[in-house]
């Protein structure tokens, strides 16, 4: 028996125990989790520009770090949450115009996010290796 003022037994939301899991699901949450991470790469970038502007040593140090190989590692899942947000910004903006919301347009762009994020995120490491070298 329901408690006095309560209102009528409604249904609880649907989670994952219900739904099977499906690309574009994982994406929008893999979405909001690279929203989320991408605060803490851009107080790293902060970090970065504090030191630049507070002289020699301290930016050495922090290059010290940021050019150690858990600092690149970390520098690199940034680049990728970046890239892999903005990728899915656009598919937001494409959604928002009206097209690709029919299953076989909807995977593709999810597809084309996710190759696209991992393939920009090393085009762009590559480039910048290329360019200013391991110790730029």
Do not use: C
């Amino acid at each position: 028996m329901a408690p006095p003022n309560a209102g009528p037994a409604r249904p609880l939301s649907p989670h994952l125990q219900i739904y099977r899991p499906m690309l574009s699901m994982m994406m929008s949450i893999v979405h909001r989790i690279t929203g989320g991470a991408l605060y803490f790469g851009t107080v790293l970038l902060v970090i970065w520009l504090i030191a630049a502007a507070s002289g020699p040593s301290a930016f050495a140090t922090a290059q010290a770090v940021y050019g150690s190989i858990l600092g690149q590692l970390v520098l690199f899942g940034y680049t990728w949450a970046l890239i892999h947000h903005a990728l899915g910004g656009v598919r937001h903006f494409i959604w928002d115009l009206g097209y690709g919301f029919d299953h076989d347009s909807r995977e593709k762009l999810i597809k084309a996010g996710l190759v696209g994020s991992i393939a920009l995120t090393v085009l762009v490491w590559l480039v910048a290796y290329a360019t200013l070298g391991a110790g730029g």
